[in-house]
């Protein structure tokens, strides 16, 4: 079952000290935010807000509010499905900012979301190759998919292993 958007806590904050050029030292504050498991990308809406983080075992999204500085996570689910695994490990904005695909590796789709307002949700997905693990929109505004070719079985399932042959989509 897909699980609701949940807000995280506040920042905490961080402390850093360096030595600059001159030798002198200086300390700056930083927020540091936690994160879910296995946070693998990075992507921003296109107007540079929201940056958003696919949590690949987690089967979230995490879109932060840079006004507020806090997390809110959004479940990924399988498709086709509800089962839990779907790995989402990249994503990519559209143009206009209002919506964000998400590559699931673990169920070999693309999960679409749409923002109504302030929430985003999971409007569906979309099949792709066999683990797919980079999202680009290209100069014409349509969406590619670089997938992982598979698991190397032979066509007959007998004889050397070949990266040539793949179970999946393609």
């Known amino acids: 079952n897909a699980r609701p958007a949940t807000p995280s806590a506040p920042p905490r904050a961080r402390h850093h000290h360096r030595t600059r050029a001159d030798g002198h030292p200086k300390t700056s504050a930083t927020n540091v935010l936690r994160g879910r498991l296995a946070p693998s990308n990075l992507g ?25 500085r806090k997390r809110t996570d959004v479940a990924i689910p399988t ?37 109504s307002g302030q929430q985003w949700k999971v409007a569906g997905a979309v099949p792709t190759g066999w683990y797919p693990s980079a999202l680009e929109i290209d100069s014409e505004g349509a969406l590619r998919a670089l997938t992982i070719t598979g698991t190397g079985h032979p066509p007959h399932k007998t004889g050397p292993f070949s990266s040539l042959a793949y179970l999946g989509s393609h």
């Not at 921003?44 to 507020?68: E, F």
């Open 79 to 115: 498709w086709p499905g509800k089962g839990i695994g779907s790995q989402p490990i990249a994503l990519v904005f559209a143009p206009g900012g209002n919506r964000l695909y998400v590559a699931c590796g673990g169920n070999n789709s693309v999960a679409i979301l749409t923002r």
């Open 44 to 68: 921003r809406r296109p107007d540079g807000t929201t940056p958003a983080v696919p949590n690949g075992h987690s089967d979230s999204l995490s879109l932060i509010d840079t006004a507020t």
